[in-house]
C-alpha cells in the first residue's frame, strides 16, 4: 500500500500543496486533529504564519502529539512557515512561538527584510535535476545555523541556505507549491518511500 500523505491544515497554503498532491495522483489528508495525525505517515507543513500555525497545534491538542511522531522518525517537508516550525531555534519569533526541531537548524524569520520581502528567483537545487526551481519567496526565513547531520540543497545570495535536508525531513524558505513545478513534492515523496 502507497503511503498516505497529510498536509497540516491549520492555516496557510494548504490548497496548494493539495492540489501538487493531486497532479501526482496523491489525495492528501488533512491534518487538524491528533486522530487525522494518526492516520497518515508523512506530513507536509505549509506556508502561512508560524506563530500562528504554533498557537493553533497547541490549542487543537496536536503539538505534542506531532511532536513525538516527529521525533521517531516521520518524514515531514515544511516550506516558509513549516520550515520555521520544523527548526530547532527561531530567531525573530514570538516568545511563546514553539518549534519542533525535528531538523537540527536555527531559522530567523523574514528575514530578507522589508524591501525585500517577497521576490521570485531561478534557484539552483541539484538534488532534483539541472534545471533550477522557480522559487517564490514571501516574507521568507533564511537558515542562519545547521548542524552538523544537515544537507544544504540550495543557497542565495551565495552562503544563505534556503532548502535543507536532514534524513526525511526537508525544508524550504521558498513556496514550491507556488511553483508550476512538482520535483520537491517528487523529492519529498521519494524520501517517504525509501
Ligand atoms: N513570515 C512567515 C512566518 O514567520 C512565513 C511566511 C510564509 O510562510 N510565506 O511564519
Known amino acids: 500500500m502507497s503511503p498516505t500523505i497529510g498536509i497540516l491544515a491549520l492555516q496557510g497554503a494548504v490548497d496548494l500543496h493539495a492540489s501538487a498532491l493531486a497532479r501526482l495522483d496523491i489525495e492528501a489528508v488533512m491534518v487538524r486533529t491528533p486522530t487525522q495525525l494518526d492516520t497518515v505517515d508523512a506530513l507536509i507543513l505549509p506556508g502561512g504564519e508560524s506563530s500562528a500555525m504554533s498557537k493553533l497545534l497547541v490549542l487543537n491538542g496536536l503539538f505534542d502529539p506531532l511532536q513525538i511522531r ?34 537540527d537548524i536555527d ?45 544544504v540543497l540550495a543557497t542565495i545570495d551565495g552562503d544563505r541556505p534556503v532548502a535543507c535536508r536532514q534524513g526525511a525531513v526537508i525544508v524550504t524558505s521558498f513556496h514550491p507549491e507556488l511553483a508550476d513545478d512538482l520535483r520537491v513534492h517528487e523529492l519529498f515523496l521519494a524520501g517517504v518511500a525509501a
Open 70 to 103: 516527529l521525533h521517531d522518525g516521520m518524514p515531514a517537508l515544511g516550506t516558509c512557515a513549516g520550515m520555521i516550525l520544523l527548526a530547532a531555534g527561531v530567531l525573530d519569533g514570538r516568545a511563546d512561538q514553539r518549534s519542533f526541531a525535528a531538523i
Open 107 to 151: 531559522v530567523r524569520r523574514n528575514a530578507f527584510g522589508r524591501q525585500n520581502d517577497s521576490f521570485e528567483t531561478e534557484l539552483e537545487l541539484p538534488e532534483i535535476g539541472e534545471v533550477p526551481i522557480h522559487a517564490v519567496f514571501i516574507r521568507a526565513p533564511v537558515v542562519e545555523r545547521t548542524g552538523a547531520e544537515v544537507e
